[in-house]
């Protein structure tokens, strides 16, 4: 069965880092792509970045640019997503998903991990 377990959450304040890690397990990971998506408090949900199936074209909001840097080890069938100059904007629940291709739909997504940027 398909699993995603997203972690790597925690309190940081702004200015800080944190990298999120996310475990797949249940299916073929290097043939995906992978999606970090979020939900503030009382907000929508919003996609973060994505990265394609081997690695190469990650995309990002433009609220993130620059900050942060999705990545995969598909050897490790893990998803990361590592953020520097955090905000507190960007305090979310933040999860890992998965779809076949770039504009298809997301099928799984984890339980998400909670990162809280305050002073």
């Known amino acids: 069965q398909v699993q995603l377990v997203e972690s790597g959450g925690g309190l940081v304040q702004p200015g800080g880092s944190l990298r999120l890690s996310c475990a797949a397990s249940g299916f073929t990971f290097r043939t995906y792509w992978m999606y970090w998506i979020r939900q503030a408090p009382g907000k929508g949900l919003e996609w973060v970045s994505v990265i394609r199936s081997d690695g190469d074209r990650p995309y990002y909001a433009r609220s993130v640019k620059g900050r942060f840097t999705i990545s995969r080890d598909n050897t490790k069938n893990t998803l990361y997503l590592q953020m520097n100059s955090l905000k507190q904007e960007d305090t979310a629940l933040y999860y890992c998903?998965?779809?076949?291709?770039?504009?298809?739909?997301?099928?799984?997504w984890g339980k998400g991990t909670l990162v809280t940027v305050t002073s």
């Open positions: 998903a998965r779809s076949v291709a770039w504009g298809y739909a997301i099928d799984y």
